[in-house]
């Protein structure tokens, strides 16, 4: 694999984060009531100053000679569960009273028969609890166990499952991957029940400590690429990780290129799909966007409903969006380098109603297309931030109003702003916005090449792209297979998409162990349907 | 992304930042371009020179950008020893910059191309890679500086009209059309007369009167409108066209019929000893256009056969008339045999030997007229 | 040997380094030795090729694992080894400047007359270079790519075949002497030129047995290709008139008009910039990866980067175009010789010294 570059220092362990107060040698053989003690008053002092961290003493079982201390995130956990499954049965749990009140048996007791949740952990690390008690789980010390135990009651106030703003469907599920990564996971599972679809957690972020799921098929997915994401994953070091960007551009292949070399949704029906093919899912909590790795060039440029739709609108719609990806990125380097290098070569009727509106415009046509395009851009980054109400009636009057005044003033061209905004409608046409936005970058190279040289420059330009996608790997599969190394296999579902029933096999681009995935059974009922 | 990794790119981007700001060398503004669509050759007289050893005298006919002028097309005229010249003088009136690659349409004046060699003339033309192979040229009778500037009626300028005109014809009428591409070839490769559209100012309108065939600025060759369209079929030039003509049966003329068709044309070639035999198949195919007696055709059930053999008894006597001419009056090969001769001959031939073997072979004409449908009146 | 590629894409590699600036003037070139029998000198300029390849194949099969610099020091010791190796690096970057120089004058006729040539060398240099230095995985998928992109450019002349061309100016057939057919078959040869490359990209391949019918059909598609041109320029302007022309190929476009984009050649131009790079930067990358083995260097991009002033100072040399032809025969010429005398003398060698790695011989 290539090797890629990070952080140049070495990784600190995680554990080696100290808080503030020192443990008393506190050994195997200290009293454990002092050890709750001195627990208690180590955590009021470490936590003081938290408003939502609450400290909540109680008598397990209603033996008041034991002490028990509840700690827990308000704003975490769910108030209900916590009332029910933990606070009242522990409070009312019976039969405590015979049991000595120290030691593994209280522990056990404790534990098995009082606490009602649905997971339980011990642990004798201090660091190792607050830690725990901070990821939103909650802690109880009792007066005779050395050691916590730790609980799951997760709560808190969660987005609902929804429909992503950014890839809506027509046709498939509606719902999106939201922030809780446990709810994802959780609908993951749902598309694919298979017990080999195997989920690791990571944790990543000093400070932020978020969860990181890798999710891939045992027996499909190569194990080289499984290997190489953990280790790529596992080498970040960095305080907070606060979306699935920062992991994308952490460890992936080449930083430098423009081109996304992750696939993102927020759908989970194209997350298990990737996940059939041999791919990776790396989930990040808090993120609604989860990413496939590995990911080729093609794959930008399917949808999920091509394969729900019949196979001729696949085909048609990945052809429709192949035109509008040339148009968008070559558009404007094309008109300005037919009309400021080679006049000749416009049709000659086009060429009397060109110049007659280029008489009246001042500018040249480079300095015009940078404006526009400026003032699309600015639209665009505008357009994000404006409240909806705001956004349509300034669009739709804006942009007549506008429109019609600079023609009128002879600012631009009317044929230079029917170029704009067909190019900018082209750029959206592809289903991942992240390719969207690398098409932007690309046009504007173009346009820079183009100014100068015409269309030697667009020809050179589009060279330079090429053996830039040539060169670019994503964890060592080729971005531009299935079409570089030609992969016949692969051609039923790069471009045009075969029929379903046709797709026998796994795609060979990526690497994989198991390669069959369907049986074409149309085949063998020809006889029977007429 | 190592530190000499980092210092060449650093280097290379700042070489190539260096060349884009230098300047555009071949940026050309599309408005401030002249860019004549159609030009003319003539001979100057002796007013019109600038210069008294001018010879030629150039017209270009071209759209004027600027929307408040009083003119939106422009006949400029200048004269010069040379094309190169003209362009030069005509640079001094003009600030802008004149480019070639939009030309539509060639006219040649009458006088000029009787005497002067045609490849020289357009010499550079086909230099200019940027000018299309495919103009079409066209021989006008007079000057062609006063056909660029004919008062036209119906056509915002003189430019597109001629330009219309040339363009489709051989579509509506067995008129040929010659571009420069294929004037070269039948000049060069082929060694034969290229056949030119002839064009008349009558009236208002401008008219195709015939053709011309050119024989190396040795002769130029006129043809009328029927010989015109005999030689165009002859000549295989692929059209379609109408032809008027009358029914005869048993030496009577019954009717008068119309016939809308294209044409074809297949050579075979014999030789015995140094002698060619050349048999041509003219083939017209196409359907009944109009017929003067309102009768319908299937009562009369030879009609089509009838009017088959008229029309073919017609071409073929016209056609061996043109031979006749061709190869007792012209001399030189203006039937496009040329390449044929070439193809079966293992000698290397030269333009007199292919002039002297259209002379002397024997040329026959068969002529085959297929009327596939009588229109939807029966 | 840490690259490998595919032997389809050496087939590609191999079509890309031979198909270059030379398909444009080729049927001028053919039309002036033997006229209307211009498309059979096409097929007889690839006899030599032919030999060539089979010779060079026998050698690189002899012994696998090798590259080319290590095999020259293996069967032709420590210094004739290198001396032939200096040879092969020499012609392949006086053959990149020379293909890269016939190019910019293509496209200062075409495309930009103004500019200066050094600028137009430096930019397309650039390109290869950034293609040369990616590596041989990577210059072979671009080879393979390019190549299904850019063929149906070939489609492109079609319209003006179908309106003009005439069987005719084919015929008669065989009407020169042998003299002038030997002649024809070497000057033809000269376009072929790339196909001596293969010695250098052979021992890459991932399945060696794989390596003879890749390079041999190679050089039958670019035979076709060739025959393609060469005839439909033929046909349609006929052996005489296709002499006049500088690049009949590229004139054969302007002769006919489609609907509504009237001038293909804009988009026949930019398709054939992709065409006419690739032999430049895959003989860059030959001499550099040659120089890198022979001296051991490390990277391959510095060697690029330091080629690159060499080349574009040898491209920019000739003073004008009828240098710049001269200099483009003598390239071609040069790669004859080398193809069939270095093969043939590393053969030898082989036969004398016995199959194997370097390494794994006994008697030395």
């Known amino acids: ?530 | 992304m190592k530190k000499t990794h980092r210092y060449i790119l650093l280097s290379l981007a700042i070489i190539n930042i260096a060349l884009f700001l230098s300047g555009c060398w071949d940026k050309r503004e599309l408005d401030e371009l002249v860019v004549p669509f159609i030009i003319g050759y003539d001979y100057a007289n002796e007013e019109e020179k600038e210069q008294p050893d001018d010879r030629y005298l150039i017209s270009a006919g071209l759209p004027v950008f600027y929307e408040d002028t009083a003119e939106k097309y422009y006949v400029d005229i200048s004269s010069g020893s040379l094309d190169g010249e003209v362009i030069s003088r005509r640079n001094r009136h003009f600030g802008e910059q004149i480019i070639q690659g939009q030309l539509q349409v060639v006219v040649l004046g009458e006088e000029l191309i009787s005497n002067e060699n045609i490849m020289e003339l357009t010499d550079i033309l086909s230099r200019n890679p940027a000018v299309k192979g495919s103009i079409p040229l066209a021989v006008s009778a007079g000057r062609a500086a006063d056909m660029l500037c004919v008062p036209v009626k119906q056509y915002p300028n003189q430019g597109i009209y001629i330009q219309m005109l040339i363009k489709n014809i051989r579509r509506t009428n067995f008129i040929p059309t010659c571009s420069l591409f294929e004037c070269n070839r039948h000049i060069i490769s082929n060694y034969t007369a290229p056949l030119l559209p002839y064009i008349v100012h009558e009236g208002d309108n401008i008219v195709f009167a015939g053709s011309c065939l050119l024989n190396e600025g040795k002769r130029m060759e006129h043809l009328n409108m029927e010989e015109t369209e005999i030689a165009v079929m002859l000549r295989g030039i692929r059209s379609r066209g109408m032809i008027t003509f009358d029914v005869v049966e048993d030496n009577k003329i019954i009717d008068q019929v119309t016939f809308e068709g294209k044409n074809r044309r297949k050579v075979k070639v014999k030789k015995e000893g140094d002698r060619y035999i050349f048999n041509i198949l003219i083939k017209l195919s196409g359907r009944l256009f109009e017929r003067k007696k309102n009768e319908p055709i299937i009562d009369h059930k030879d009609f089509i056969q009838l009017s088959q053999k008229s029309l073919e008894d017609l071409v073929k006597k016209r056609a061996e008339d043109l031979i006749i001419k061709v190869q007792e009056e012209y001399g030189f090969d203006a039937l496009e045999l040329g390449m044929v001769i070439k193809a079966h001959s293992r000698e290397k031939l030269a333009k007199e030997d292919i002039d002297r073997i259209i002379q002397e072979s024997e040329i026959n004409v068969e002529v085959k007229v297929q009327i596939e449908n009588a229109g939807g009146k029966i | ?364």
């Open chain 3, 1 to 364: 040997m840490s690259y490998a590629i595919t032997s389809k894409q050496l087939l590609f590699t191999l079509i890309s380094c031979m198909l270059g600036a030379g398909i444009l003037s080729l049927p001028r070139v053919t039309a002036e030795a033997v006229g209307q029998d211009a498309w059979l000198a096409v097929i007889l300029g690839g006899v030599i090729p032919f030999v060539s390849i089979w010779l060079s194949n026998k050698v690189v099969s002899r012994h696998p694992g090798l590259s080319f610099a290590a095999l020259t020091e293996m069967l032709a010791g420590k210094w004739a080894g290198k001396l032939l190796s200096a040879v092969f690096v020499i012609y392949s970057i006086i053959a990149a400047a020379a293909i890269l120089r016939v190019f910019s004058e293509v496209i200062t006729m075409f495309l930009l007359p103004r500019t200066p040539i050094l600028v137009k060398i430096m930019l397309g240099l650039a390109v290869s270079a950034y293609m040369a230095g990616s590596g041989i995985k990577v210059l072979g998928r671009l080879n393979e790519f390019l190549f299904y992109v850019l063929l149906p450019t070939l489609f492109l002349s079609i319209p003006a075949v179908v309106k003009f061309a005439d069987i005719h100016y084919l015929m008669p057939v065989l009407n020169n002497d042998l003299a002038e057919y030997s002649k024809a078959a070497l000057t033809t040869g000269f376009a072929y030129s790339g196909f001596e490359t293969i010695i250098a990209f052979a021992p890459y391949v991932l399945k060696k047995k794989e390596t003879l019918k890749a390079a041999v059909l190679a050089l039958i598609i670019t035979i076709t290709i060739y025959l393609y041109a060469v005839i439909t320029t033929v046909t349609v302007f006929g052996s005489e008139l296709t002499q006049m022309f500088t690049w009949p190929a590229l004139r054969l476009l302007s002769v006919s008009e489609i609907p509504v984009l009237e001038r293909i050649e804009f988009i026949a131009i930019i398709a054939w910039i992709g065409i006419a790079i690739r032999p430049v930067s895959n003989q860059y990358f030959c001499a550099g990866l040659i120089i890198k083995d022979v001296f051991g260097i490390k990277s391959l991009s510095k060697v690029v980067a330091l080629l690159y002033p060499i080349i574009a100072a040898i491209a920019w040399y000739p003073k004008n175009i009828s240098i710049a032809f001269l200099l483009s025969d003598f390239v071609g010429m040069y790669s004859l010789i080398l193809g069939t005398a270095l093969p043939m003398i590393l053969l030898g060698l082989s036969l004398i010294r016995g199959k194997g790695r370097a390494r794994d011989e006994k008697n030395t």
């Open chain 1, 1 to 530: 694999m290539k090797k890629y570059r990070i952080a140049p220092k070495a990784v600190k362990p995680m554990s080696t984060i100290k808080f503030r107060t020192k443990a008393s040698d506190g050994g195997n053989n200290a009293d454990s009531a002092d050890f709750f003690d001195r627990t208690a008053d180590r955590l009021r002092k470490d936590l003081s100053g938290n408003a939502d961290v609450i400290m909540r003493e109680l008598f397990a079982g209603g033996n008041e000679n034991i002490d028990a201390l509840l700690v827990y995130l308000m704003g975490n956990i769910d108030k209900k569960l916590l009332n029910d499954s933990v606070i009242k049965p522990l409070m009312t749990c019976s039969g405590l009273e015979g049991i000595e009140p120290r030691g593994e048996r209280l522990k056990e007791y404790i534990a098995k028969k009082c606490l009602q949740t649905g997971s339980v952990k011990y642990s004798k690390d201090y660091n190792t609890a607050l830690q725990d008690m901070f990821s939103g789980e909650g802690i109880l010390l009792v007066k005779g166990i050395e050691g916590f135990i730790i609980f799951t009651v997760d709560g808190g106030q969660k987005r609902q499952i929804s429909e992503p703003e950014t890839e809506k469907r027509i046709r498939g599920t509606k719902e999106g991957f939201v922030e809780d990564i446990w709810v994802n996971i959780g609908m993951i599972r749902e598309f694919i029940k298979d017990p080999m679809l195997k989920i690791e957690m990571l944790k990543i972020g000093q400070r932020s400590q978020t969860d990181v799921a890798i999710a891939y098929i045992n027996g499909l997915a190569d194990s080289k690429i499984v290997d190489e994401v953990k280790k790529r994953i596992k080498k970040i070091n960095i305080d907070a990780l606060l979306s699935s960007g920062y992991i994308e551009q952490y460890i992936e292949d080449n930083p430098w290129s423009v081109f996304p070399q992750f696939l993102g949704t927020e759908k989970p029906d194209k997350a298990a799909a990737s996940l059939l093919e041999g791919k990776l899912l790396i989930m990040i909590d808090r993120t609604p966007y989860a990413l496939t790795a590995p990911v080729v060039f093609v794959e930008f440029f399917q949808a999920t409903e091509d394969y729900y739709e019949k196979f001729h609108i696949g085909i048609f719609s990945r052809i429709i969006r192949l035109i509008a990806f040339l148009i968008a990125v070559l558009g404007t380097s094309i008109y300005i380098a037919l009309t400021s290098f080679h006049p000749e070569l416009i049709p000659s009727e086009l060429l009397i109603s060109f110049a007659r509106l280029r008489k009246k415009v001042p500018f040249p046509p480079v300095i015009e297309v940078l404006i526009m395009e400026f003032t699309v851009e600015v639209l665009r980054e505008a357009g994000i931030r404006l409240p909806t109400s705001v956004a349509g009636t300034l669009g739709i009057v804006g942009g007549i109003i506008l429109g019609d005044a600079a023609i009128r003033s002879n600012l631009v061209s009317p044929a230079m702003i029917v170029i704009i905004a067909i190019t900018t409608v082209c750029n959206f046409v592809l289903p991942n916005y992240s390719m969207t936005l690398s098409m932007r970058l690309l046009k504007f190279f173009l346009i820079i090449l183009s100014a100068s040289f015409g269309a030697y420059g667009i020809a050179l330009g589009l060279l330079i792209i090429v053996t830039h996608l040539a060169k670019l790997e994503s964890f060592s599969v080729p971005y531009l297979s299935p079409y570089a190394p030609f992969r016949l296999r692969d051609m039923k579902d790069s471009l045009l998409r075969l029929p379903l029933w046709m797709h026998v096999k796994r795609p060979v681009s990526i690497p994989h162990i198991d390669d069959k995935r369907a049986v074409n059974n149309r085949e063998k009922s020809g006889t029977g349907e007429n």
